[in-house]
């Protein structure tokens, strides 16, 4: 647990209890359980001298409002940080928090395993600003410090990667940047804020979309930065200020109301889901299960070592097969409707591409690779439909 001083004192707190408490004054607003929702832009002051009064709490919706406080201070107990900024997207928050630090001229070190639209971010937007974009390989650990720069001003990690789902030795990685002075940052929403505690090893900044688990109901779009110290949290909030980052409060209260059952619906997709992954590993159609949690994952041991805990987020890889059989499989399925995101109660289904997305470890498998987010349906029911799907691919194959 950390020793950090929390703005609401629950540091003592495991968890689940502080999901339940945390971002909370109900004394605040008569009682009320939940914070209502606050629409605003406008901020109204009785006078010139309480305008020019900088110590005002709020002074415009977009830079600071009591949904955005309340959601901030929230997940910077979750993750154990100092304090956070909230953007309208993961995207958003992701991108706020890269600009918010890097300027023309640096090296950024960036984990090959990225999120595909961070990719883009880099490869189009921070390169075409004088940014050199490094992509290195998510396995390798303490091996970084040989591939830091004199100008190297930032190591992004995303862990576990996108697709894939290696797990970075980030203990080590945060130490080697820490020798040499140089700032890191985790894309850290397959944990939620909860499974995985960035800051606690040594991370500067911990972004995550709050789509996803925090979200869970596949309603809202928001993306929030956690920063470690009060000098990292100044910086952010000055880029995001700058850059007109914000969350609606509507956005924000979801995202409340979501953190509030996170851990139960999390602890069920991944009941759910290492039910389907157990069985989904025995299937000859299928040469890969990508799920850290399963022993025979090659992530499995620093997944342990680092996760409290496991979600309904998995990848497989078919067979080498022709593209027939791969569409009769997607195609047929009544569980798991092909689409983007996940986190959700439902399942849901997205191929990838991944041989577009990788270039320091290039991908060279040939069958398709798809990946699944186990919801919260009964997972017998979407052991039949996966069964039925591999009935159509070896149909296919023939
Ligand atoms: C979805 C996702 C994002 C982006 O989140 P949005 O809220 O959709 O912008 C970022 N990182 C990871 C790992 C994601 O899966």
Redesign the pocket.
Known sequence: MSKKKSKTGHEALGGNTKLVHMGRNPDAYFGLANLPVGRVSTIMYPSLEAYENPSHKFRYGRVGNPASEAFETAIAELEEGCNAITAS??????TTAILAFVKSGDHLLMCDG??P??RQFCDDTLRRMGVEVEYYDPLIGKGIEKRIRKNTTLIYM?SPC?ATFEVQDVPAIAAAAKKHGVMTMI?N??SGGLLFKPIRHGVNVS??????YIGGHSDL???VAVADTEKTYKTLKRGAVNIGAFASPDDLWLALRGLRTMAVRMKQNAQNAMVVAQWLEKQPEIKRVFYPPLKNDPSHKLWKRDFSGANGLLAILLKEAPKKAASDFVNGLELFPIG???GGYESLLQPQYLEKYRSAVPWTEKGACLRLQIGLEDPEDLIVDLEKGLERFRKACK
Do not use: C, F, N, R
Request: charged letters at 10%; glycine letters at 12%; hydrophobic letters at 35%.
């Open positions: 997207s993961g995207l958003g928050a992701i990225i999120y639209p961070t995303e996108s894309d929403s397959w972004v995550q979309s709050a789509t996803k779009t928001m993306g983007s995101s996940w």
